[in-house]
């Protein structure tokens, strides 16, 4: 199994501004992956981030908006650049992990933005 | 791409009743299912999945699911819900090294 922890669990910020997530786990993992789950809704995948190599986003999300790093096989770090109230959701990381190469999950990064 | 319908945004159901929580996925050569718990404020609890073998799977907290592969459900059950069971269940596929894609989400709410 994998122990996901992520910093800050929660902030609130101004338009405009940018705010860089953490993400740890207590062991190497290969694929690590951010999503968003919007007030209300389920999760949507961000990007995947494998270390050594460029993130890959889904449609609708851009490097220019959610800039990923990756320098190592237990941390990655997810900045929401340039924020408007739409902004406002629950980021959470997630990585693969184990014999079956479960998916694990951190508590989240509760983002409001005024 | 994979997906996922959860038939039903919300079920309401009195303590130590049944519930069934619908799920339906896209088909696939292989898929791999799960089943995630969100309580209140907290973060995804995996509660089954189904990778391979038995189509019946039973996970924690007295919760279990079936796999059926021809009508492309895994419905989750529970013989007799708790108010603790109260939360929002999320299903989820992935295919291969996929990622897994979540459906919208439905949320169980146990009335005393």
């Known amino acids: 199994s994998a122990v996901i922890s992520q910093k800050p669990s929660r902030d609130i910020c101004q338009r405009g501004t940018s705010l860089t997530i953490q993400c740890q786990v207590d062991s190497q993992v290969t694929m690590m992956f951010w999503y968003r789950q919007q007030p209300g809704q389920s999760l949507t995948l961000i990007a995947t981030a494998n270390q050594g190599s460029e993130a890959t986003y889904e449609s609708g999300f851009v490097i220019d908006k959610f800039p990923i790093s990756r320098p190592n096989l237990t941390f990655s770090t997810l900045t929401v650049s340039n924020m408007s109230p739409e902004d406002s959701s629950i980021y959470l990381c997630?990585?693969?992990?184990?014999?079956?190469?479960?998916?694990?999950f951190g508590p989240g990064t509760r983002l409001t933005v005024l | 791409a994979q997906s996922v319908t959860q038939l039903d945004s919300q079920v309401p159901v009195f303590e130590e009743a049944p519930v069934e929580l619908r799920c339906n996925y896209s088909s696939s050569v292989s898929v791999y299912l799960f089943w995630y718990v969100q309580y209140p404020n907290q973060g995804l609890q995996l509660l089954l999945k189904?990778?391979?073998?038995?189509?019946l799977v039973k996970g924690i907290n007295g919760f279990e699911a079936e796999f059926n592969k021809s009508q492309t459900s895994f419905h989750l059950r529970k013989p007799s819900v708790h108010i603790s069971d109260t939360a929002e269940y999320f299903c989820?596929?992935?295919?291969?090294?996929?990622?897994?894609?979540f459906g919208k989400g439905t949320r169980l709410s146990v009335i005393a």
């Open positions: 997630s990585a693969r992990a184990g014999e079956l190469n479960e998916q694990f």
């Open positions: 989820a596929v992935k295919s291969g090294n996929t990622p897994l894609v």
């Open positions: 189904y990778l391979s073998g038995s189509t």
